[in-house]
């Protein structure tokens, strides 16, 4: 079992910036992806960035320049710079992490954090 605790939400005007962290209860040094994925009211939950194991990133294209990921192997911890931000970035973000053990594929997902950005 992995708690993950997110932090760092809030409300900001649109061009403000927001750091989200995330906390795992283990270490994240084997945790094969570590992503971050946000809910607006209405729709579905999409993928907004995700970092690997090795340290690669990547992001959904609306997010791509504005946005980085990034984690802390030594504070367990998983975070989400975002500048710029826009309206259309309103929403719960959520943190996941993916890995395997005993060849058992391992996901859980931390409780959200509101993100409102006002224009």
């Known amino acids: 079992q992995v708690q993950l605790v997110e932090s760092g939400g809030g409300l900001v005007q649109a061009g403000g910036s927001l750091r989200l962290s995330c906390a795992a209860s283990?270490?994240?040094?084997?945790?094969?992806?570590m992503s971050w994925y946000r809910q607006a009211p209405g729709k579905q939950r999409e993928l907004v960035a995700r970092v690997t194991s090795g340290g690669s990133p990547n992001y959904v294209d609306s997010v791509e320049g504005r946005f980085t990921v990034s984690k802390d192997n030594a504070k367990n911890t998983v975070y989400l710079q975002m500048n710029n931000l826009k309206p259309e970035d309103t929403a719960v973000y959520y943190c996941n992490v993916l890995f395997y053990e005993q060849l058992e594929r391992r996901e859980y997902w931390g409780q959200g954090t509101q993100v409102t950005v006002s224009s």
């Open positions: 283990r270490s994240i040094f084997s945790i094969n992806v």
